[in-house]
Each structure stands twice: as C-alpha cells, then as structure tokens.
C-alpha cells in the first residue's frame, strides 16, 4: 500500500509546484502590461490637442509691410475694394464677420482697409505703420517703417542724421520712437518746402532748366 500511494503524493506536489509557477507568471505577465501602460505616452485627440494648446502671441510691430501681391491676392484685394469702397461713399457701415461673430468697422479702419486692399489689387507693396506701438525700433523695423532699405537706414545712422543707441555688449542699435518721428516731420517740411519753390517758379513762369 506506501509504494501505490506515494506516486499519488509526488504528482499532488507537482501539481501544486505548476500551478505556484503559473500564478508567478501571469503576474509577473500584468506587472508587465501595467508598466507598458504607465510608460506608454497619453496620446490626445485632435480636439483635446487644439484646446491644451497655447494661443500663438500676436508680435507687438511697429510696422507691417504687405508686399507686392500675387495674382491671388490681387484677385482678393480686388473684391474687398468692389464690396468696400460703395459702403464708405455712402456712408454706410462696414460690418466683419469671424466665425459667426459680427464687429462693425470704424470708419478710420474701414479706410485703411479699403486703402491698403485698393494698392494691393494693383500689385503695389504697403506699409501699414504704428506709430506708438514700442518706444524703441530695432533699424528693421525703422526701415520699414520709413520705406526704405535696410543699408540706407545703416547710413542714416552711421551719418548721424537719425540718432541711435548702441546695445551694450553687442553690435546692434535702437532707434527712439521721438527721434525717428522727428526725421519723418523734417524731412516732410524739407519735401513741401521743395513743392512750395517749385509751384512759385511754375506760377512765375520760369522753369528750371533740364
């Protein structure tokens, strides 16, 4: 009777050793799925990207230059003028409409749309300046604000003619808001003045030679 009932006992305990080992592996089989899960990176929906996402800062300029457009662009600039220039003849409002939302337009912002969409429909570049938008401008920014190239405004600088602070530690200079309007104001009563001798001489009919 021990020797038929021994074998019984061994194969119990082998049972019991297997079964032990496979309880050992499958937890060690979702310990493993649980770290994947946790090391695994949380990926968002579109909708949930859009709204986690920072709004893109508008940059504080002190001017804006629309260059010479493009046959798009002329195309689209040609519209705004048909549908704008009637409403400010008239007198009427000019309403912008974003995303469902309308704002009507004051009259001085209807104009400088109107405007600057009337020279880009020819194809001509625009210079749209904020005057007191920053107290200081870096010689970029002064050169498109007066129109002229960047190597030009280097030379008004070099020469004085518009005062300039050079950064400390560095090569790069500021341009005071006070200082370049003051260059803007002379050199547009230099300009009238020029008109003024001009239409004299005309209305006293001397002309200047060629």
């Known amino acids: 009777m021990p020797t038929k009932t021994t ?3 061994i194969t119990t ?6 079964a032990a080992a496979t ?8 310990a493993k799925i649980a770290a994947t899960k946790q090391a695994r990176p949380k990926i968002n929906s579109d909708a949930q990207s859009r709204r986690a996402a920072p709004r893109a800062a508008i940059p504080k300029r002190a001017a804006m230059v629309l260059r010479s457009s493009d046959q798009q662009a002329r195309r ?11 409403a400010i003849t008239e007198g009427r409002t000019v309403n912008l409409v974003v995303n469902g939302e309308m704002v009507a337009l004051p009259a001085t912002f209807a104009a400088a749309l109107y405007q600057a969409a009337r020279e880009q429909a020819v194809g001509h ?3 749209i300046s904020f005057p007191d938008a920053v107290g200081e401008l870096t010689p970029n ?3 498109a604000e007066l129109g002229v190239s960047r190597p030009l405004l280097v030379k ?3 020469d004085g003619t518009i005062p300039s602070r050079q950064l ?3 090569r790069h200079r500021k341009i005071a808001r006070a200082d370049l309007d003051a260059y803007q104001a002379k050199k547009s009563t230099r300009r009238h003045l020029i008109a003024e001798a001009m239409n004299e001489v005309a209305d006293g009919g001397e002309y200047l030679p060629k």
């Open 141 to 143: 920014q002064a050169a």
């Open 23 to 30: 309880k050992r592996a499958d937890a060690n089989g979702l």
């Open 7 to 9: 074998p019984i006992k």
């Open 76 to 86: 689209a600039s040609s519209r705004v003028v048909k549908v704008v220039e009637p």
């Open 168 to 170: 400390p530690g560095s």
């Open 13 to 18: 305990a082998k049972r019991a050793t297997k």
């Open 156 to 158: 008004l600088l070099d």
């Open 125 to 127: 570049r625009v210079t």
